[in-house]
C-alpha cells in the first residue's frame, strides 16, 4: 500500500468485527502481514480460532473473559486497564520490529471512551502510525477523536436481531 488509511466501523448494528476480520482475509489473501488486538473481549469465538492459524496475522487479545464494565468492581477495572496498556505495548513492539500492513483494534472505543486504556498511548498510536500501516478501529460510540482521524467511517445500523426476541448469540453465527 502506498498510504495506509484509518478505518472506523461503529454503529449498534451486527457486524463490525465481522467485516474487519474481513478485510483481515482480504489482506492476508493478498500477502498482508496484519495485527488483530481485540479489547474486552476474551470469549473463545469461531472466528479467532481461524485467524490464529494463518501465519500472518498475530492475535492479540485479553487472557480472560472480562464481563460487563457495569459489574466490574474497581479492582478488575485496574485489572482490565493493566491487560489493554499490556496489548498497546506488545502492538508497538511488533510495530517497532515488522513491516504491518493492517492494524485491527477491535472493540477499542470502549475502553477509550470509559477510561480503561492509556488514551495518551492509543492516540500516540494513531497520530504517528507508519504511513503504510492500515488502521481499523471498532465498536459503538466512536469519540470524537476517532472520527476526526478515520478516512473511512462506516455506521453499521441494527433494524432487527433476534437478540430483540429473546434468541440468544448462536456459535458459530453470532461468535
Known amino acids: 500500500m502506498e498510504k495506509g488509511m484509518i478505518q472506523v466501523y461503529c454503529g449498534n448494528g451486527k457486524g463490525k468485527t465481522t467485516a474487519a476480520i474481513g478485510l483481515v482475509i ?63 505495548e506488545k502492538i508497538q513492539k511488533i510495530l517497532l520490529e515488522e513491516m504491518i500492513d493492517l492494524l485491527v483494534l477491535d472493540e477499542l472505543t470502549y475502553p477509550y471512551i470509559w477510561n480503561l486504556i492509556d488514551k495518551e498511548k492509543v492516540e ?7 504511513e503504510k500501516l492500515e488502521i481499523v478501529i471498532t465498536g459503538r460510540e466512536p469519540d470524537s477523536f476517532f472520527l476526526e482521524h478515520a478516512d473511512y467511517i462506516t455506521d453499521m445500523q441494527c433494524i432487527r436481531h433476534p437478540y430483540q426476541k429473546g434468541i440468544k448469540a448462536r456459535e458459530g453465527i453470532e461468535y
Open 26 to 88: 482480504r489482506a492476508v489473501g493478498r500477502g498482508k502481514k496484519v495485527i488483530f488486538a481485540q479489547f474486552l473481549k476474551g470469549t473463545k469465538t469461531g472466528e479467532l480460532e481461524v485467524l490464529k492459524q494463518l501465519s500472518n496475522v498475530t492475535v492479540i487479545r485479553n487472557p480472560k473473559e472480562l464481563g460487563f464494565l457495569s459489574r466490574m468492581n474497581d479492582l478488575e477495572k485496574r485489572e482490565v486497564t493493566e491487560f489493554h496498556n499490556q496489548t498497546l
Open 124 to 130: 500516540a498510536l494513531i497520530l504517528q502510525k507508519p
